[in-house]
């Protein structure tokens, strides 16, 4: 069906074309002919995402009378944004239609203009209840000739405590009217007001799932609770050109997170209920121009926040209800944009995932937290991608270049190339050097606990301060070039020996994971079949050199007895660069 089949005005389809809608979304396959043909009410639900706006919008525009200068429409919603957002929406489909009058009406802000307005007469009032309200009482906003009310995002004005007002706002309202009223959720007091102030309203499910939902990837990452925040910043380090919304539960949580990003150096800023309506009204502004990467927000005070082109959502907490997460994921792979995700959760919240994967229908797909190694290598693609295509004024530049070149004329392409990365990306390097394995370790675990009870396979016990530099009776000690940066956990090593030591299943005894190299000890007479055969094997890559370690010095100091050097000295097995022994820094600015 198309806008003009439905009966759309032709000056309505000329706006909404200009807009790009080509053809109408299922809400508004669903609900525009009902509103076009006769006043049923309608309880919709639907998530933000789906085209709902424009669903009750286009015929509100094309029902208004232009020549009656009295409200007719009254569309209430939780927050002012969503109010801005609606009527700036309506507008642009009224962009055809002489003299239609549309104006929003929130509380934060000076209450005059929008007497004002309302004294030079409107047809259509977008609305939070309690500034409605306040309207109503002062006599500026006359109600008798509205003919049809929109409840938006209903269950999002209940959260926010907003029901006395709605229902003292539709006592006021001539009872004849039309009642629209929009959930994302249909909790029971939802369905009391719609029970109590609608007649024989039609039920449209646009699905459970946003429109573009297809385009979402889920991912979850679980990590230790404490960990989360590292675990935040690691993902948006992995994501050079993240664009998207940090959702967070509480309106302090918000503020401690977006505080701790801008304090590490990220391009973030916080959106919620405690700023002040300028305040936050900047901080939108800001988003929106991309001059803020990660908005840090919470569910509320997002939700006026139309920005189609998110890379990623990503829940830093994860919500109750797995609609909300729906709503929240709805905001990334819009508009046939691909999207991803993200959840950071710890192990109790398991259930939670599996929750939300049953009632919205879609599966996470479980992530490791990337290594240090793996952010660096993105940071330094990212950087390379950027040099690539750096615009470049040659006008300016090039009153300067002479002086350059022959200032670096003694270095090879080579050395120059190393010199301008290494500028950039020594940073990262030095941020990662000792970074440590994030991941809940529920491998590390299970092993611990095979350890326990089966002397032959399994890590041992014991803990590194405890160890006194003799290997375990029958048991040699093996220096590994693999850390913990290199995401090394016990279960993958004992997993890495299994696939490269063929034909037996080689006892392993206690494991000492460090940063940057390791040591493990196997029964001696594996020994040297464990060297031979892990030597110059690959780990996620990386090329491994193993050695047999030197006792109680090559414990302290990463020392082999070949030879290696210290993890806080100069050199050690592993094939970093000298410069990752210097010791971690602040991560740097963006
Ligand atoms: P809403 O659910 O009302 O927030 O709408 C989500 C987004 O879809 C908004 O950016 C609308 O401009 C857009 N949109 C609504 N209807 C259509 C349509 N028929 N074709 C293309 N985009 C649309």
């Not at 309505?12 to 299922?26: D, N, S, T, V, W």
């Not at 489909?93 to 929008?114: E, N």
């Not at 918000?254 to 309506?277: P, R, V, W």
Request: hydrophobic share 35%.
């Amino acid at each position: 069906m198309t806008f003009e089949e439905m009966g759309v005005s032709p000056e309505i389809q000329k706006a909404i074309q200009e807009l790009g809608f080509e053809k109408p979304m299922p809400v508004q396959e669903k609900i525009i002919p009902i509103l076009l043909d006769r006043n049923t009410d309608i309880v919709g639900l639907a998530q933000t995402g789906t085209g709902k706006t424009a669903a009750f919008g286009i015929p509100i525009v094309q029902q208004s009378d232009v020549r009656v200068k009295k409200p007719q429409v009254v569309i209430l919603s939780p927050t002012r944004e969503l109010c801005v957002q609606i009527s700036k929406d309506l507008k642009s489909y009224a962009k055809y239609v002489d003299g239609l009058q549309i104006l929003a009406v929130y509380g934060g802000a000076s209450i005059q203009p929008q007497l004002a307005a309302l004294n030079d007469g409107v047809q259509v009032i977008v609305a939070t209840p309690g500034r409605l309200l306040d309207l109503i009482k002062r006599k500026a906003a006359k109600l008798s000739s509205v003919y049809r009310v929109v409840l938006d995002e209903a269950d999002e004005m209940l959260n926010m405590g907003f029901l006395d007002e709605i229902n003292e706002i539709l006592e006021s309202i001539p009872a004849d009217r039309n009642t629209l009223l929009f959930s994302a959720t249909m909790p029971a007091e939802i369905k009391k007001i719609a029970a109590t102030y609608m007649r024989n309203p039609e039920e449209v499910v646009i699905g459970t799932r946003n429109a573009s939902a297809e385009n979402v990837k889920h991912i979850v990452y679980t990590v230790h609770a404490k960990d989360k925040y590292l675990a935040l910043k690691r993902i948006a380090d992995f994501y050079p050109k993240v664009y998207g919304i940090v959702f967070c539960r509480t309106r302090i949580e918000t503020q401690e997170i977006a505080d701790k990003l801008i304090q590490d150096g990220y391009n973030a800023d916080s959106l919620h209920g405690d700023l002040s309506q300028p305040v936050r009204d900047s901080v939108m502004q800001k988003f929106r121009l991309r001059n803020v990467q990660l908005l840090v927000a919470t569910d509320v005070a997002a939700r006026g926040l139309d920005v189609n082109d998110l890379t990623h959502v990503i829940h830093y907490s994860l919500p109750d209800d797995p609609e909300v997460y729906t709503h929240r994921s709805g905001r990334t792979g819009r508009i046939g944009k691909a999207g991803i995700s993200i959840a950071i959760t710890h192990l109790r919240e398991k259930h939670s995932i599996g929750r939300i994967e049953s009632s919205i229908n879609i599966k996470f797909e479980k992530a490791r937290i990337p290594t240090g190694r793996e952010i660096c290598e993105k940071q330094l693609f990212n950087l390379i991608d950027k040099m690539e295509n750096v615009e470049i004024d040659n006008t300016e530049i090039d009153t300067y270049l002479p002086v350059i070149y022959k200032k670096l004329d003694w270095l090879s392409k080579e050395e120059l190339i190393k010199r301008f990365v290494s500028l950039e990306f020594n940073r990262f390097l030095d941020y990662y050097r000792d970074a440590d394995e994030l991941n809940e370790p529920v491998e590390d675990r299970k092993s611990r606990r095979a350890g326990r009870g089966d002397d032959d396979f399994g890590v041992r016990g014991r803990k590194m301060k405890d160890f006194d530099g003799k290997s375990e009776q029958g048991y040699t000690r093996i220096f590994i070039s693999l850390g913990k940066i290199d995401g090394l956990v016990p279960a993958a090593l004992i997993e890495h020996i299994n696939n490269n030591v063929s034909g037996t299943k080689v006892p392993v005894g206690r494991i000492d994971l460090m940063s940057k190299f390791s040591f493990f000890e196997v029964k001696s007479e594996y020994a040297e079949q464990v060297i031979g055969s892990l030597k110059g094997s690959r780990f996620r890559g990386n090329k491994v050199d193993v050695q047999r370690a030197q006792g109680k010095d090559a414990m302290k100091s990463g020392k082999s007895d070949k030879g290696g050097k210290s993890e806080k000295g100069e050199k050690s097995f592993s094939k970093k660069p000298d410069r990752w022994s210097e010791k971690p820094k602040r991560r740097p600015r963006r």
